[in-house]
């Protein structure tokens, strides 16, 4: 029998679905239009007329073309279960670690894990509906012209599931932009809002704890040809605390999205990227953008999308996603370099790491190889939901208030510049259970990072050096060939 897994607030309709024993096959697939996708998943947004659909997103699960198993076990398949020792890790959590499948247990770690740490309000755990092979063959189908390239050459739909996960589509309001109304929603990925201070980062990765791993990052990323313009964006800036300096980090964000900012209109993308995102704001992406802000923003050309930043910044300061979110993030406290050695121990496998650095260099982290299991398994426990926390995104949707109406059940923002009052709602979405085996990629991910930014700062210096020695040496000239004149000859 299909088992269901659903918050309190939906019960009555997921059972409803459940009693009909529901699967999406391949005649439904054209009802499901591509939104977006990260490095796991693919969104798929409902285009069709069934009221059990409306309002929802389904998240399909991506497979590695390469062939490489997505949990780091030996298979791919959605039907394997968490690892053993993975159930080590999420022993405190029953029902996780007593799930069927993996797919169930990664519902299961958000509605159990990740919701009392977030907020229950601001996060959907959703609901496994059963999908056939045909469906995910044709939605891979439907869906490739519209993916960016290189996510297709990384990885395709998951054809071996039966499995999708429906949930809300936060992009709108629920039951609404059914009478005409209009909404506005503002995806936002806030990145590691905080520099580490853990005494276990090395001697020569200490850059770690003055520069942001996403600044870092953003050069790995320019390196490789994944973006073409290195983002302003500071996610320090973002959880400032700060009115005034989150506003600067909206407006970095804005100006080189990426795939760290997508603006939606009534569910629809117009502005970012799809699935790979977009590196600047053109003039003509710019002026599309504004005038498509007309139908919400009273104001002038030239100044709706000012006042709309403007909003979403007064939405997000206000809706203290920010401190929630900071909050779990800081539940890395010995930063990658630390936690990796706790892994190793859980896995009961010889530290690759301290192999690596010899006797020397790493005694510093016989502290960590001298904990009890239990205190190892807390770390890479908090590390993995922390990881969670730092890759997630928000959400938040607007529309605009109706005079005089004070008794809307959602929050209200009230943009000044144009004397306007708006409904908002603020969520978390994109929460992925880490797999354990991660680790390793993670350390491996880290040291590349922090490699690939050192080696750009000290190419800048050497060429601020060469620059400042021709500069010398054609000072040196001038005054020599001066000399013979001073001298009278």
Not at 97 to 104: G, I, K, L, M
Not at 319 to 337: N, P
Not at 447 to 462: D, E, L, T
Request: aromatic share 10%; charged share 25%.
């Amino acid at each position: 029998m299909y088992r269901c897994y659903i918050s309190s607030r939906h019960c009555k309709f997921f059972i409803a679905l459940q009693l009909m024993e529901l699967v999406l096959d391949q005649k439904d697939a054209g009802d499901w239009v591509y939104r977006g996708e990260g490095a796991a998943n693919l969104i798929l947004a409902y285009n069709g007329s069934s009221p059990a659909f409306i309002g929802k997103v389904l998240r399909i699960q991506k497979a590695p073309r390469d062939g490489s198993p997505r949990y780091g076990s030996d298979s791919d398949d959605c039907h394997a279960s968490v690892t053993t020792d993975e159930l080590r890790l999420w022993k405190e959590t029953e029902d996780l670690v007593s799930a069927p499948t993996r797919e169930t247990a990664e519902q299961l770690y958000v509605q159990h894990v990740i919701s009392p740490l977030l907020g229950f309000e601001h996060v959907d755990a959703g609901i496994r509906v059963l999908v056939s092979r045909e469906f995910l063959e044709s939605i891979e189908k439907n869906a490739l012209s519209q993916r960016p390239s290189w996510r297709v050459d990384a990885a395709k739909v998951n054809t071996l599931c039966n499995s999708a996960l429906l949930i809300s589509d936060h992009s709108v309001f629920p039951r609404g932009n059914l009478k005409g109304e209009f909404c506005f929603s503002v995806e936002i990925k806030p990145k590691c809002g905080f520099l580490p201070v853990s005494r276990f980062i090395s001697e020569g990765n200490a850059i770690k704890k003055r520069i942001t791993r996403f600044k870092m990052h953003q050069s790995l990323k320019y390196r490789h040809g994944e973006i073409s313009e290195i983002s302003e964006y500071d996610p320090l800036d973002m959880f400032s605390g700060s009115k005034d300096i989150v506003h600067k980090a909206i407006k970095a964000l804005f100006v080189t999205p990426q795939n760290n900012f997508r603006v939606f209109l009534n569910g629809s993308l117009i502005y970012g990227g799809l699935g790979g995102g977009a590196d600047g704001t053109g003039y003509k992406i710019g002026e599309a953008f504004e005038d498509a802000l007309r139908c919400m923003i009273w104001a002038d050309d030239g100044q709706r999308t000012t006042n709309f930043l403007r909003l979403v910044t007064e939405a997000v300061f206000g809706s203290g996603l920010l401190d929630r979110l900071l909050k779990v993030q800081k539940f890395d406290i010995f930063d990658i370099e630390g936690a990796i050695h706790a892994y190793y121990d859980i896995v009961t496998q010889p530290c690759m790491v301290c192999r690596d650095l010899g006797k020397d260099e790493s005694n510093r982290y016989t502290y960590l190889h001298s904990l009890p299991l239990d205190e190892s398994l807390k770390i890479v426990r908090d590390y993995l939901i922390a990881a969670t926390a730092k890759d997630l995104s928000m959400m938040i949707s607007f529309r605009p208030r109706e005079d005089g109406n004070t008794e809307s059940q959602y929050g209200g923002v009230f943009l000044k510049s144009t004397s306007q009052t708006f409904d908002y709602k603020a969520s978390f979405i994109d929460f992925d259970m880490k797999p354990l085996k991660k680790m390793e990629y993670y350390y491996e991910l880290d040291q590349k990072i922090v490699s690939c930014y050192a080696q750009m700062v000290n190419g800048q210096h050497r060429v601020e050096n060469d620059l400042w020695e021709l500069n010398r040496r054609h000072k040196e000239k001038e005054t020599y060939q001066t000399l013979p004149l001073l001298h009278g000859n």
